[in-house]
């Protein structure tokens, strides 16, 4: 059974066929009304200061939860659209390139970002494919 989690609030659940309901829609978050769910093989439990960034498969960022400002300083209108990689200035990529290569997750990643005050800050990524045709990936950043 697939399980889903907003990248928006971190509500997880579980749904049979990844439909919601009898529509042909994918499930929306229906807790915070966020537009869509992020599918993960097995369900995930984030730290609570954990922030989810789910990008497409460019890299660019495509929403951010909760928890990535107090983390980063970057709000989300600051960071839509840009590589993640360079935006959050990561200490290496490795793990995300074998993410999206691969398809494969990564967990427990230790790297480190910069602030938006310039300031690098270790962290500890968890890093998703998505598995559906959008090659996207689901960045999960805790502080270290």
Known sequence: MPFFICPRCKVRRSDA???????????????????FMFELLEDYYPAPATGLLVCDQERRVLATGRGVFELTGFDEPSI????????LSFSTIEAIETVREWGVR?????????????????????????????GGILVALTPA
């Open 80 to 87: 839509l659209g840009r590589d993640i990689v360079e935006a």
């Open 17 to 35: 066929d990844g439909r919601e309901g009898l529509s042909s829609e994918p499930p929306s978050c229906q807790s915070c009304d966020f537009g």
């Open 106 to 134: 990564k967990l427990s990643q230790p790297i480190s970002v910069k602030t938006r005050a310039g300031i690098a800050k270790p962290v500890t990524a968890d890093l998703f494919p998505a598995y559906d045709d959008d």
